[in-house]
């Protein structure tokens, strides 16, 4: 079983991650003892310990990092978050089925759109081996799927990283990254020139064009 899902898709700041988890059926027993589920049902603490057992357990394991300049690119040209998502999904499993290494492996997807036919079947255009692979992509699947699970942990710790990593650099708190987050928006509008071109930002997000707005505004007064 291939568990894949994704940390950061919809923050103002830091990286989106993609996860995939390779389990056999012994293995998801094992994880379920041990209290692997939905990353955001877990404490950080908790989060960081099954991580680790995680990754010494897997039959192997891979992650995916998209950050805001690939994001806004991508977004510039006509490919939506969603359309990356599965870009970037396919790539870990191009990676972990290289060469059709194992017999029959069942993929399970944690979909991110609305329409899971349709974004399933642009998902299959862009692997590049099905024979070996029976595809389910759906909702809710990482609290359906210890594989998926698995992968949420992964995805979620790695971004939280990547997130500590950006305030070490800069030397400022600013919170979770997200738009909801009012120590977010109170960073964005204290260094939007600042950091601007740091690469921490993703553009073309609404919240971006808004402060752009405001501060172009208010340099004409």
Not at 158 to 187: L, N, P, W
Request: with cysteine; net charge neutral.
């Amino acid at each position: 079983m291939l568990g894949i899902d994704d940390s950061g898709r919809g923050p103002l700041m830091g990286p989106m991650v993609l996860a995939g988890c390779l389990i056999d059926d012994v293995t998801a027993k094992e994880f379920i003892r041990l209290g692997v589920k939905d990353s955001k049902m877990l404490t950080p603490k908790r989060r960081a310990m099954l991580a680790e057992k995680i990754k010494e357990m897997a039959e192997t394991f891979e992650i995916v990092m998209v950050f805001p300049d690939e994001i806004d690119a991508t977004n510039g040209i006509g490919i939506n978050l969603n359309s990356l998502e599965a870009i970037k999904m396919a790539s870990v499993i191009n990676k972990i089925n290289k060469d059709g290494f194992f017999k029959q492996v069942k993929v399970v997807v944690d979909c991110p759109s609305p329409n899971i036919t349709k974004w399933s079947d642009f998902l299959k255009t862009k692997i590049n081996n099905l024979s070996n692979l029976e595809i389910s992509c759906e909702h809710k699947a990482d609290q359906n799927h210890v594989s998926v699970s698995a992968a949420s942990i992964l995805a979620k710790i790695t971004r939280d990283a990547e997130i500590e990593k950006i305030k070490e650099k800069i030397g400022v708190d600013f919170g979770s990254g997200y738009a909801s987050d009012q120590r977010t928006i109170k960073f964005l509008e204290d260094y939007f020139h600042k950091h601007q071109k740091d690469g921490i930002f993703r553009q073309t997000w609404g919240t971006w064009k808004d402060m752009a707005a405001k501060k172009e505004q208010q340099n004409l007064l």
